[in-house]
T-cell receptor, first 111, second 111 residues
Framework: DAGITQSPRHKVTETGTPVTLRCHQT?????MYWYRQDPGHGLRLIHY???????DKGEVSDGYSVSRSKTEDFLLTLESATSSQTSVYFC??????????FGPGTRLTVT | LAKTTQPISMDSYEGQEVNITCSHN???????ITWYQQFPSQGPRFIIQ???TKVTNEVASLFIPADRKSSTLSLPRVSLSDTAVYYC????????????FGSGTQLTVLP
């Protein structure tokens, strides 16, 4: 399996609190992605990064911000969590042409 | 990013060959076709990627006709453990902003 980890794996938080999810890779891949997946849906892209300090928005970026200060780490921040952000969050790493490798996911519950 | 259309679900029996077709009528010249497999509570797993004709690896084959407007993932002699959701993804690096996995195809392998 690709060297990609996510932390925490599970988190319960209250509405209005900030939350940061971490994705860490040991593969030195240029591209990193954050997705969310809700029951009965495919994965939706939140943000992605194409290099250190280089990020761009995906389909569902509202309410989320990201940072990438090192090649190996990609952080996803919910500035003020809402119940609609309850979801499973997947990080992925990849090279060219969407050959991506996914982390184990973080299950986030906002109460 | 080329929009893709897949069947919502398919059933098969153990030992049979399964073919899952993905339609992508507006595929662009630089786009590649990538397939992923996802089990419940796990991140998607890269299966195979191709540009044209046929690609085969130890897990599956990918058939792409000359016009590239569709592709077929072929799983030889499926087992119960192949029960999963299969996603078709089409694009190249320049279109990551519009990356979307769609709803995928739920394959159920029956004994």
């Amino acid at each position: 399996d690709a060297g990609i980890t996510q932390s925490p794996r599970h988190k319960v938080t209250e509405t209005g609190t900030p939350v940061t999810l971490r994705c860490h890779q040991t593969e030195n891949h240029r591209y990193m992605y954050w997705y969310r997946q809700d029951p009965g849906h495919g994965l939706r892209l939140i943000h992605y990064s194409y290099g250190v300090k280089d990020t761009d928005k995906g389909e569902v970026s509202d309410g989320y911000s990201v940072s990438r200060s090192k090649t190996e780490d990609f952080l996803l921040t919910l500035e003020s969590a809402t119940s609609s952000q309850t979801s499973v969050y997947f990080c992925a790493i990849g090279g060219r042409r969407y050959e991506q490798y996914f982390g184990p996911g973080t299950r986030l519950t906002v109460t | 990013l080329a929009k893709t259309t897949q069947p919502i679900s398919m059933d098969s029996y153990e030992g049979q060959e399964v073919n899952i077709t993905c339609s992508h009528n507006n595929i662009a010249t630089n786009d590649y076709i990538t397939w992923y497999q996802q089990f419940p509570s796990q991140g998607p797993r890269f299966i195979i990627q191709g540009y044209k004709t046929k690609v085969t690896n130890e897990v599956a084959s990918l058939f792409i006709p000359a016009d590239r407007k569709s592709s077929t993932l072929s799983l030889p002699r499926v087992s119960l453990s192949d029960t999963a959701v299969y996603y078709c993804l089409v694009g190249d690096d320049g279109s990551a902003r519009q990356l979307t996995f769609g709803s995928g195809t739920q394959l159920t392998v029956l004994p």
